[in-house]
């Protein structure tokens, strides 16, 4: 590999900079307005130069929202904690189901079974509302409806699929002649599949659960249709910060960096093996 010469090397670390600035620049600016007033917020030219406050943080830690036409009650540290339970609980029963069953259409190959997991996918491909109304009527007539069980339920179309084809991918990147010989010792399949190929597969297992708790944290549309307020997560929740007095912009702001929180967390957390994850079958060969 060529050395770079000093240009290239500058010209390359301003595109650098000017690629984080740009990603960047939208959470810094949300995390500065999380600490300012409506009117440092809105005042005409914006600057970085405010008073912080921590009132915004106040207001969703206290559940007292304070505007123009009085105090708000709001649930928004309620609404985090549903948050984080639904998308838990259903990445938790999506790997439960779809390991297993990614393991079974990457190793035993049977009549139908292309035909079934792309089935299974084609749930994630579908809009949430192409199937809003039945699964309304469906929750009404079974009484899911506004409970924890009927949100993890529909969850799994977001989680299921998206773990099964993802997990199925890297358990057919591990070469099979490793289980055949530790079947060969006596073991049974299940035992294989216990203490070599989840192993093995581990770090793509963890990649595709990160990427489903993602998926299942800022989903809105299922959320917002099929549970009342106490028990909707936290992107639904954000709606109680749009008053008939105006809008809460400080509080918004702050409601966003609580709500990414969590999932920052996660990813710093499980970075090796999201990286390594998602390299896992990069090359071949």
Request: glycine share 6%; with cysteine; proline share 5%.
């Amino acid at each position: 590999m060529e050395a770079m010469s000093p240009l290239e090397r500058v010209l390359r670390g301003i595109a650098l900079t000017l690629v984080v600035v740009f990603f960047m620049f939208p959470i810094v600016w949300i995390f500065l307005m999380s600490f300012q007033t409506n009117e440092t917020i809105l005042r005409i030219p914006p600057s970085i130069v405010f008073t912080p406050t921590l009132d915004n943080y106040a207001a969703l830690i206290t559940g007292k929202l304070q505007t123009a036409a009085g105090t708000l009650d709001i649930a928004f540290m309620r609404n985090l904690g549903n948050s984080v339970f639904l998308s838990v609980v259903s990445v938790a029963v999506a790997l439960a189901l779809g390991v297993p069953a990614a393991y079974a259409f990457a190793r035993h190959k049977f009549r139908g079974s292309e035909d079934i997991a792309f089935t299974l996918l084609s749930f994630r491909f579908a809009p949430p509302l192409l199937v809003l109304l039945p699964l309304t009527q469906y929750f009404q007539w079974l009484g899911l409806s506004n409970t924890y069980f009927g949100l993890i339920w529909v969850y799994q179309l977001i989680c299921l699929p998206l773990i099964l084809w993802i997990v199925r991918g890297y358990f057919e990147d591990i070469s099979a002649d490793v289980e055949y010989a530790y079947r060969i010792a006596g073991h049974s399949w299940f035992s294989t599949f216990r203490k070599i190929a989840l192993p093995l597969a581990g770090p793509g297992i963890a990649a595709a659960g990160l990427l489903a708790f993602i998926f299942a944290w800022n989903n809105f549309v299922f959320a917002l249709v099929l549970a009342s307020a106490d028990k909707q997560p936290v992107t639904v929740g954000a709606l109680a910060f749009v008053t008939a007095s105006g809008i809460q912009y400080g509080q918004i702001a702050a409601a966003i960096v609580l709500s990414i929180t969590p999932t920052l967390a996660l990813a710093l957390y499980a970075q090796r093996y999201l990286v390594e994850g998602l390299s896992l079958g990069a090359v071949k060969g």
